[in-house]
């Protein structure tokens, strides 16, 4: 009985072992849920079936926090593929919001519901519950949540031409998931940044950023947030008309986005190939490649994304002259970027629009749309420029506080070590002096070494490391130290930019501008002289600050700036080549009541003037009326007089 009763036993415990084995195999629910937000950045595909493993193992053993994380989940998944059961997902967790103990997980929601009318093309509801989410999150301190929260709401700030706002928002995020060690979350934001310069129109910048954050997403395997950052990539050479760099990013784009059966962005990388086919007047191409795209797009619901596909199609119909199949897309899309308040959108729909009914006979509605796309393009550009300069302040103040957090962070770190020291010597100096004297003089030299090292790091921070002028930082902080000062008096400003500076990286690479940005630097100090400073401001652009200098004197160092550019001889960096010239755009402080951005402001408006003037020359915006009671008329300022300085003859000139 006892040896039949033991059998039995083992028979059970045999059979049993399968089981057992499988349930240490299978991966806990939290295990789920934390491998389906990662799988969001590399394989949504996966996200979705971890997620959804997820929801029926909490069936079994229920859990109101799990469940709310993983419904967000979904959400997310959803808002870019099916907006009824995102909104279905997003319900099902007001409802357990009672239930939960994270509070912060009230943001996630708003977030999850934002996104949902974000992709519904309802921007401004999408703002409202960005907002809400961004103060559930701050209320209950959930750092995650706001840096979401912040994160979308800074992308869509951007995608309305609030850069500054945007810009703010997006490195609050980075700052937040960097401190919690969310390396792909802050990648996401690097990448929205780069988005944002993109917007601006610094193509150069933007893609500098792309490449960058795409080589990052390459070493951590983020399959598909390098689909998404090759097509922005893509069409930020788009817009800077670079058609064979765009068409091969799209490309790239779209391999990875058919792998992972990501439809959002597989339609949004055949609308750029299309409109890289348009650019080349291929039209059977492009309408071939658009009906596809819209194919794709009707299984998501981006109504943004097909009022772009809608676009680029007017565009080929027009070119392949069935005007009246364009007007009616160009209108379709025309009122789906007037809802979403995409300004550049609209103003590129309107007149495409403009164009084809001109060409229909439809002078009156031609003349309309083309008038309303004229309005809008000049709002357009003044809110570019007032936000160009928003964006200039967000830098320097950024810059200035990372300054001051290192310096403040080295002097506490030189604290607690010379505190350790101390006490160090305190407890030896009983026991032999001269090995506290020995200490001591360590630490002397430590301190000096320390400073020395901080001169040399604090140098370097304060210039431009290609041209070896002061960089944008410590002219600008020169110059805002002078218009703070105690009686500070008149004092001019000059932007100057090389003109047509993009041919020279285009035509003979970017070692060959660099080369020249450096002779062009060497010209500008050799004119400069003190107490006048100048500093190179990124890109082709230097600041020139001129103290106590009036309107005339600002005028006669302009041109004698423009002069000796033109003198340039670069045939020494580019063989035959004819030389660069340059515009510059100045003006003159208001005495005690000019502040930073007021003159960069002026200066920047009369570089822009300078630029439609035809370049080569010199501009002035005005300081307000007052200023120059006892100034000869206008009328002196037309003159073009050069400045006497001193010029180097061992310098070939053209």
């Excluded at 100057?496 to 002779?519: C, P, S, T, W, Y």
Aim: glycine residues 8%; negative net charge; contains cysteine.
């Amino acid at each position: 009985m006892e040896a039949a009763g033991c059998a039995r036993w083992l028979l059970i415990g045999v059979s049993l072992l399968p089981a057992i084995g499988a349930a240490a195999a299978a991966p806990d629910i939290r295990q789920l849920i934390e491998r389906a937000e990662q799988e969001g950045f590399t394989d949504p595909e996966a996200q979705n079936r971890d997620a959804r493993a997820a929801l029926d193992a909490l069936r079994q053993t229920p859990n109101a926090d799990q469940e709310i994380r993983t419904r967000l989940i979904l959400c997310e998944y959803d808002s870019e593929r099916d907006l009824h059961a995102a909104d279905d997902q997003a319900q099902r967790v007001l409802a357990l919001l009672s239930q939960a103990h994270d509070a912060g997980l009230r943001a996630g929601v708003l977030t999850c519901q934002g996104e949902t009318r974000e992709t519904a093309g309802d921007n401004v509801e999408a703002l409202r519950l960005f907002a809400l989410a961004v103060g559930a999150a701050t209320t209950t301190h959930n750092d995650a949540r706001l840096a979401d929260a912040l994160y979308s709401r800074g992308y869509l700030l951007g995608l309305q031409g609030e850069y500054a706002a945007g810009l703010v928002d997006l490195r609050r995020a980075q700052g937040v998931d960097d401190r919690l060690g969310r390396q792909y979350d802050a990648l996401s934001c690097r990448d929205s940044i780069a988005t944002l310069y993109s917007r601006m129109g610094d193509y150069g910048e933007a893609a500098r950023l792309y490449s960058e954050v795409l080589r990052m997403q390459r070493e951590g395997g983020m399959v598909r947030e390098q689909a998404v950052t090759l097509h922005n990539l893509a069409r930020t050479y788009e817009d800077s008309r670079q058609w064979a760099l765009a068409d091969a990013s799209f490309g790239q784009a779209l391999d990875l986005a058919h792998k992972l059966k990501y439809l959002r962005v597989e339609a949004y990388a055949l609308r750029g190939l299309a409109a890289v086919k348009v650019a080349r007047h291929d039209t059977a191409g492009a309408l071939s490649q658009l009906a596809h795209a819209a194919a794709v797009q009707r299984d998501t619901p981006d109504a943004r994304l097909g009022a772009q596909i809608n676009l680029e199609k007017g565009r080929a119909l027009h070119l392949a002259g069935r005007l009246f199949e364009s007007a009616v897309v160009l209108q379709q899309a025309r009122g789906v970027f007037k809802s979403a308040q995409s300004a550049s959108e609209l103003v590129a729909a309107d007149s495409e629009l403009a164009r084809v009914e001109a060409e229909m006979g439809e002078w009156r509605a031609a003349y309309a749309d083309e008038t309303e796309a004229a309005r809008q393009q000049e709002e357009l550009l003044s809110h570019h420029l007032d936000q160009r300069f928003a964006i200039l302040k967000v830098e320097y103040d950024t810059a200035a506080q990372e300054q001051e957090n290192r310096a403040l962070l080295r002097e506490n770190n030189a604290t607690t070590i010379a505190l350790a020291q101390s006490r160090r010597v305190r407890q030896l100096q009983g026991v032999v002096i001269g090995l506290g004297v020995a200490l001591g003089a360590v630490l002397i030299w430590l301190v000096i070494l320390n400073r020395s090292r901080a001169r040399r790091m604090g140098s370097l921070a304060m210039t431009d490391e290609l041209t070896k002028s002061p960089n944008r930082r410590a002219v600008l902080a020169r110059l805002s130290e002078l218009l703070k000062g105690p009686e500070p008096g008149p004092c001019a400003i000059l932007i100057m930019d090389i003109d047509f500076f993009k041919r020279v990286n285009d035509q003979h690479g970017h070692a060959a501008g660099d080369e020249v940005l450096k002779l062009v630097a060497e010209a500008v100090r050799n004119v400069t002289r003190p107490p006048a400073f100048f500093g190179r401001l990124g890109g082709e652009e230097f600041l020139i600050v001129l103290p106590d200098a009036d309107i005339f004197a600002a005028r006669r160092f302009a041109e004698a700036l423009r002069q000796a550019v033109a003198d340039i001889n670069t045939r020494s960096v580019i063989p035959g080549h004819a030389g660069v010239t340059t515009s510059v755009g100045f003006t003159v402080s208001t005495p005690g009541a000019d502040d930073l951005g007021n003159m960069l402001a002026r200066a920047d408006t009369a570089l822009y003037a300078a630029k439609r003037s035809g370049r080569n020359c010199v501009r002035i915006e005005p300081a307000p009326d007052g200023l120059h009671h006892d100034a000869p008329g206008p009328g002196a300022l037309e003159e073009t007089v050069v400045l006497e300085i001193p010029v180097d003859t061992g310098r070939n000139n053209h």
